[in-house]
């Protein structure tokens, strides 16, 4: 009888090692041009701590955020190439990719942020995401940045026409070009690694940003005026190289996805709650912060719409419909 327990028990184990996860030992470098200790950051040590435990040390991943490894433009053709495996890069960017992202990045759009999350963890999400491997990418999730702000060094933003002559770094999308020319300020693109010494020098008079990266990246030290005009909101894609994703067998893949997913509700609660702490603290380092008043947001909203329009046009037709209709926005 024991003998035959023993030979149960020994056909019981082979066949649970057959089932189990087979996992390669892999180093992965996951980059972002975000600063240490800002959401991105923080979401992408969550991420490689996870990973690190769930493959019983085989996987390991190397975080290297403050653009270490380069700008986004230029570590994203480094995934492409399958030189860097992953990245974590403002969604809306890949507008130069795949058009279709950048509808996420229509200014005054999402101001629901659990309209946002259904989103885009729903059709919407998947529609994009559907888009990147014919791109060399795979997208695993969307974390978020968070919601951007208006600094300068001239004057309080306060209505529409003090945007008006305003030298202000742009991120380098057509779609933010064509926003802030329409408002009347001189649009500056610049990789984000440069804007600080932009900052300083006087090349450009401000930029905009989530406040928790404005205080992370030390805006503060080279700009006056913080104007709350939460103008977009930003999601981030959770990105990793497909030369790279296609050497991973499929326990592999599956641990990736299940924890970028798994950490993007932890890494959006770290963002919204950093936030309003963010704006505390710059008020607090001598910054001089306002909100926009709720008028003249909407008389920005009206000035933009031929902006959207024409970049609305440029988008799968199901893809805007789906969007407006998740975000209760009315197209004219």
């Known amino acids: 009888m024991t003998r035959h327990l023993t030979v149960l028990a020994a056909l019981l184990l082979a066949s649970s090692l057959s089932f189990a996860a087979e996992y390669n030992s892999r180093t992965l470098k996951f980059a972002a041009t975000s600063p240490k200790g800002t959401p991105p950051a923080i979401g992408m040590e969550l991420f490689a701590k996870k990973i690190n435990e769930r493959s019983g040390g085989k996987i390991k991943v190397r975080t290297f955020p403050n653009g270490v490894l380069g700008g986004d433009v230029q570590v994203l053709s480094s995934l492409q190439g399958g030189v860097v495996e992953m990245m974590t890069w403002n969604a809306g960017l890949m507008l130069n990719h795949v058009t279709d992202f950048g509808i996420l990045d229509f200014p005054f759009l999402y101001t629901d942020t659990a309209k946002v999350d259904a989103m885009l963890d729903g059709e919407v999400g998947k529609m994009l995401i559907d888009q990147l491997p014919e791109k060399k990418l795979v997208g695993l999730a969307f974390w978020e940045l968070g919601v951007r702000n208006l600094t300068n060094n001239v004057r309080p933003v306060q209505k529409m026409e003090d945007i008006t002559g305003l030298k202000i770094r742009a991120q380098q999308s057509p779609l933010f070009l064509d926003v802030w020319s329409t408002l009347g300020a001189n649009p500056t693109p610049l990789p984000f690694t440069e804007v600080h010494t932009a900052l300083e020098t006087g090349t450009v008079d401000g930029q905009e940003n989530p406040a928790a990266l404005i205080l992370a990246s030390k805006f503060n030290e080279v700009q006056k005026y913080l104007s709350l005009t939460h103008h977009n909101y930003n999601p981030q894609i959770v990105l990793i190289s497909k030369p790279f994703w296609d050497t991973l067998n499929p326990d592999e893949q599956a641990l990736l996805t299940e924890v970028a997913m798994e950490v993007r509700l932890e890494q959006r609660q770290?963002?919204?709650?950093?936030?309003?702490?963010?704006?505390?603290?710059?008020?607090?380092?001598?910054?001089?912060?306002?909100?926009?008043?709720?008028?003249?947001?909407?008389?920005?909203?009206?000035?933009?719409?031929p902006v959207i329009e024409k970049y609305a046009a440029q988008i799968n037709p199901e893809l805007v419909k789906k969007v407006y209709q998740a975000v209760g926005y009315q197209a004219q």
């Open 270 to 305: 770290i963002s919204r709650a950093a936030d309003s702490k963010a704006i505390a603290e710059l008020a607090s380092s001598g910054m001089k912060v306002n909100e926009l008043p709720a008028e003249e947001v909407v008389r920005i909203q009206q000035k933009i719409r």
